[in-house]
Structures are given as structure tokens and as C-alpha cells.
Nanobody, 114 residues
Framework: QVQLVESGGGLVQAGGSLRLSCAAS????????MGWYRQAPGKLRELVAT???????NYADSVKGRFGISRDNAKNTVYLQMNGLKPEDTAVYYC????????WGRGTQVTVSS
């Protein structure tokens, strides 16, 4: 019903920036709330940011002021702009659709070196 493909991860130095993209296909609409999650080795998957159909955003305290979530409904794509990256941001990043919370893509690896 829905497919999610994350991209844009990579290896960056502390203080650097990356922009992640999530292309959604299938039964995903502009009214769907979407979010970015991340999971570091040995840790639980955590919510990073969400964006509603009207553009309301929420962020985890750990990324507030550094990350920005946005969406392009015409392209069925959600983005995560990550600035001022820190080593503790290292994780596999996933996107998700609220109505399809059980569906995950393969994620994209973000590694931040000291």
C-alpha cells in the first residue's frame, strides 16, 4: 500500500550538513502526517521530527534548532535538513507515515565523525 525509500545519508565531519530525502509511493496523501526517525546501534528507534498536512512541525529536543523537516506534496517527498551535525547524530535514519506506522523503508546511514 505504501513504499518508502530514504536517501541522502553519508559520512560527514562534525559541524557539517546533510539533507535526507524520503520518496513515498502508493496510497500516501497530502493530509498524512509524516516523520523522521533514527536508530543508533544498541538503542531504540526514536522520533526525530514530524510534519503535519498543514506544515506544523515538532522536533526532538536533541535536534531542535539544528534540523528542519519539510515536505513537497507534489513530489510525495519529505526532507530532513540536518545542520550542525554532531557525532551523537550518527544513526540509521528512517521516514514514516502516521497512518502506516508499521511500514518502514531500509533507512539511510548517517555517520558523523569527530
Amino acid at each position: 500500500q505504501v513504499q518508502l525509500v530514504e536517501s541522502g545519508g553519508g559520512l560527514v565531519q562534525a559541524g557539517g550538513s546533510l539533507r535526507l530525502s524520503c520518496a513515498a509511493s502508493g496510497s500516501v496523501f497530502s493530509f498524512d502526517t509524516m516523520g523522521w526517525y533514527r536508530q543508533a546501534p544498541g538503542k531504540l528507534r526514536e522520533l526525530v521530527a514530524t510534519i503535519t498536512s498543514v506544515g506544523t512541525t515538532n522536533y526532538a529536543d536533541s535536534v531542535k534548532g539544528r534540523f528542519g523537516i519539510s515536505r513537497d506534496n507534489a513530489k510525495n517527498t519529505v526532507y530532513l535538513q540536518m545542520n550542525g551535525l554532531k557525532p551523537e547524530d550518527t544513526a540509521v535514519y528512517y521516514c514514516n507515515v502516521l497512518r502506516y506506522s508499521y511500514v518502514w523503508g531500509r533507512g539511510t546511514q548517517v555517520t558523523v565523525s569527530s
